[in-house]
């Protein structure tokens, strides 16, 4: 005599099982903004240049690291938020190129007003941008042009790091 047995039934998860690992979609790469990268830069621009006249004018002179200071600030600013796009690099040099001329020229100005005895807006009412910026070009050395140098190179480096 034959008896039909039936076999049990597969558990829910054995087929899964005997199947594999369920693959899903990787998530994409973090790509960023540019335009709030550049716009992040051009802000830590501002900063640093303010920062970088007013330590100038605390200690009456210029020193490398406050360069390498600015230069850091804007490149992380743009890396952070913009990415890996590689016209960042580009846009954060320029900027901390700008950033350490336009602090120079406000070191400038803030040693006109102390030498004066009169407040910032009468030096920048009356001498102007250009005429700061005559006197950064009669005054300028070769020191002057390397600061310009550090903080563009290590903008650049720092956008790429930070970028990562």
Same mark, same amino acid.
């Given at each position: 005599? %034959? $008896?039909?047995? $039936?076999?049990?039934?597969?558990? %829910?998860?054995?087929?899964?099982?005997?199947?594999?690992?369920?693959?899903?979609?990787?998530?994409?790469?973090?790509? *960023?903004?540019?335009?709030?990268?550049? @716009?992040?830069?051009?802000?830590?621009?501002?900063?640093? &240049? +303010?920062?970088? #006249?007013? !330590?100038?004018?605390?200690?009456?002179? $210029?020193?490398?690291?406050?360069?390498?200071?600015?230069?850091?600030? !804007? *490149?992380?600013?743009?890396?952070?938020?913009?990415?890996?796009?590689?016209?960042?690099?580009?846009? &954060?040099?320029?900027? %901390?190129?700008?950033?350490?001329?336009?602090?120079?020229?406000?070191?400038?100005?803030? +040693?006109? @007003?102390?030498? #004066?005895?009169?407040?910032? #807006?009468?030096?920048?009412?009356?001498?102007?941008?250009? #005429?700061?910026?005559? !006197?950064? $070009?009669?005054?300028?050395?070769?020191?002057?042009?390397?600061?310009?140098? !550090?903080?563009?190179?290590?903008?650049?480096?720092?956008?790429?790091?930070? %970028?990562?």
């Amino acid at each position: 005599m %034959s $008896q039909h047995i $039936q076999p049990p039934a597969p558990e %829910s998860g054995a087929a899964e099982a005997a199947a594999g690992p369920v693959a899903y979609p990787a998530e994409p790469a973090r790509t *960023g903004n540019i335009g709030l990268g550049i @716009a992040a830069a051009v802000v830590a621009a501002l900063v640093a &240049a +303010a920062a970088y #006249g007013g !330590i100038m004018n605390a200690i009456d002179r $210029q020193v490398g690291y406050a360069a390498v200071g600015v230069g850091l600030l !804007i *490149g992380f600013a743009a890396g952070k938020l913009g990415g890996k796009n590689p016209v960042l690099p580009v846009v &954060a040099t320029l900027l %901390s190129l700008g950033a350490v001329y336009l602090g120079q020229l406000f070191f400038i100005a803030l +040693a006109l @007003a102390d030498y #004066g005895n009169v407040g910032l #807006g009468e030096v920048l009412d009356k001498a102007g941008v250009g #005429g700061l910026n005559d !006197i950064w $070009q009669e005054g300028a050395d070769a020191m002057d042009y390397v600061f310009l140098a !550090i903080g563009g190179f290590v903008a650049f480096g720092t956008t790429k790091k930070a %970028s990562d």
